[in-house]
């Protein structure tokens, strides 16, 4: 479609009991998804509701999904998702939605408190420690660490749609970085979380999140990790 000519824009405007409203608004190939809706609160609509921060791809806050996939709209080019002149617009899946684009996050959140994914060191000293850049764990890690909390993993994943206590590929991933991780000392309480209903073994390795993650983490990685050691532990008695 040539720059310049109008195209339809469908947003989801409401609650979850909502449903799509066409714009036709003109665009330019430097656009981006987040640019559109923009330019629809701006000057077609001032009631719609969106979310959006840094606009430069490094808060992930203004993730929605375009045509059925989660994306972070302000890196998202217009020529890109263009589908014969329309683009559709939907608050991201697997979450509740508070109104129109803007989804409520808690439960992704909520997900990370159950794989208990805060670091605890396991004494005064190793709350300060550094890890050294050459160490094993430490690589380890720092293949994990990049996340940003943007939820497009836990959108994407098609478990989190069937199965709602299963922590998600975010969680898990945390959860991962701090199994790795000598100076924490949750491990045993973390490995029973990962472990139980919900958690590592209900994973269907389809790698949506690792196909779909702005930083190119593979959280899959992460979680066949998990089920090594959930399945070690086992073995050993101590689940």
């Known amino acids: 479609m040539n720059e310049g000519q109008q195209i339809t824009l469908s947003v989801w405007r409401g609650d979850a009991g909502g449903g799509l409203r066409d714009y036709r608004l003109p665009w330019r190939a430097d656009q981006t998804v987040l640019d559109l809706v923009t330019y629809v609160q701006r000057r077609l609509d001032p009631s719609l509701a969106y979310r959006f921060a840094c606009r430069v791809g490094m808060c992930g806050s203004c993730a929605m999904t375009v045509n059925g996939r989660p994306r972070w709209t302000c890196r998202t080019l217009v020529r890109d998702a263009l589908r014969d002149g329309r683009l559709e617009l939907r608050p991201l899946a697997n979450l509740p939605v508070i109104r129109d684009l803007v989804a409520d996050l808690t439960p992704f959140f909520e997900k990370w408190q159950q794989a ?124």
């Open 116 to 239: 208990k994914g805060r670091f605890r060191p396991r004494d005064a000293r190793a709350g300060f420690a550094r890890l050294a850049p050459q160490a094993p764990e430490r690589r380890e890690i720092d293949a994990t660490i990049e996340c940003i909390n943007c939820a497009v993993c836990y959108a994407a994943c098609d478990v989190v749609a069937t199965t709602p206590e299963y922590l998600g590929p975010a969680a898990l991933n945390r959860a991962w970085s701090l199994m790795r991780d000598s100076r924490d000392g949750d491990g045993d309480a973390r490995l029973k979380a990962i472990a139980a209903y919900g958690g590592c073994h209900s994973c269907h390795t389809r790698q949506a999140c690792a196909e779909l993650c702005p930083k190119q983490l593979n959280p899959t990685a992460s979680i066949a990790g998990l089920k090594r050691l959930a399945a070690a532990a086992a073995l050993r008695g101590k689940l």
